[in-house]
Nanobody, 123 residues
Framework: QVQLVESGGGLVQAGGSLRLSCTAS????????MAWFRQAPEKEREFVTA????????FYADSVKGRFTISRDNNKNTVYLQMNTLKPEDTATYYC????????????????WGQGTQVTVSS
């Protein structure tokens, strides 16, 4: 497992942008598939996006496709989530998750989690 720390959350107006970062400890970051999930108040945690350990495959939830972009910088042990054209319904706590090699789209697919960073989009 790796230790994950998210940053970059905050308050933004609808239509604005934010970039979240998730930095991992350890020396094997390059072998981990990474993902972002989010949880809105009184809702279940949901998948947002994932990137394979090679960086060659990316997956997005339909609700964010075309607006959010996941990327990774293995030299910095960091995965990013660029969020554009934000909507009030994007308001949630965003969590970074990791799993060695294989990626996935459910919580059960990942075994390392960050503490989350809050994103609030005002209308």
């Amino acid at each position: 497992q790796v230790q994950l720390v998210e940053s970059g959350g905050g308050l933004v107006q609808a239509g604005g942008s934010l970039r979240l970062s998730c930095t991992a400890s350890g020396r094997t970051f390059a072998s981990y598939s990474m993902a972002w999930f989010r949880q809105a108040p009184e809702k279940e945690r949901e998948f947002v996006t994932a990137i394979s350990w090679t960086g060659g495959n990316r997956f997005y939830a339909d609700s964010v496709k075309g607006r959010f972009t996941i990327s990774r910088d293995n030299n910095k042990n960091t995965v990013y989530l660029q969020m554009n054209t934000l909507k009030p319904e994007d308001t949630a706590t965003y969590y970074c998750a990791a799993r060695e090699f294989l990626t996935g789209r459910t919580e059960a697919d990942f075994d390392s989690w960050g503490q989350g960073t809050q994103v609030t989009v005002s209308s």
